[in-house]
């Protein structure tokens, strides 16, 4: 119970955010340098898939260190994966950030990760509540 | 450290964006200087200058590339963008009709800077541009720290 898949999944949750906070902050960085491809991180639809059960046939594999290579495609892990697309073309300078659409990014992953942050905050407040004794 | 990766990416854009912004400024102020440098003995006119962006790499060694291949950037891998070198644009000079000028030549022509006005503004609102918008990310990382200090 103290350290279930619900706590799991969060603290993923929040890494993949703050990943994704990484990843558009070196995109906009580089939105001017030439030759530059931009990069996004997938991390929700991955969840998604292990949370409906859809790749638990598959080989089990528990890592027990960051280091570790992931390895199978069971439960618990799911990492977020960065993506760039080689061929896309927004500047003449062969540089693809596209500002409306990082900024965009940016705003919803500001707002994902305050409710994240709530949401983990809620659990351990719950679990206080329940060690405490609920009302006394 | 890699908890300021982020924050640290925002600021090596920040550094380049302010040094864009210096040289835009060279480059205005000296748009009429047609004493720079002299070469044989003649004074040459100023030279615009340019500045060289490139990302910030994080080194070819193996556990980038493996991370790189797994797909994960997580770690100590440095990002950003640097400036790797402020380049001298080769486009000759203007040469103006003025034998009033004190640099004119025998035939009345002074050389005058290849600094285009219109060009230095347009560069000008880019580099602004770019930098408040890093700005804007350098909050939000900010704030996402703030609220993640705030889960007890």
Redesign the interface.
Known sequence: MLVNNHLGILERSLDAAMLRQRTIANNMANIDTPHFKSKQVVFEDLLQQEISGSSSRNLAAYRTNARHIPFGNSGITSVPRIVSNPDGIVQNSGNDVDMEFEMNEYAKNIIWYGGLTQLTAGYFTKLRSVIEGGGK | MSMF???N??A??LT?NRLRLDTIAANVANANTTRATQVDGVWQPYRRKMVE???KASGQSFDNL?Q?A?????GGSE???RVTAIREDNTPFKRVFDPTDPDADAEGYVLKPNVDMMKEMVDLI??SR?YE??V???N??K??MM??L???
């Open positions: 990766v982020g924050m990416t925002s090596s854009a380049a962006l490139s990302p493996l790189g797994i797909g994960m950037i997580s990002q950003g963008v880019s580099a770019a918008a890093n804007t990310i350098l939000g990382a704030s996402m609220k993640a705030e889960i007890k």
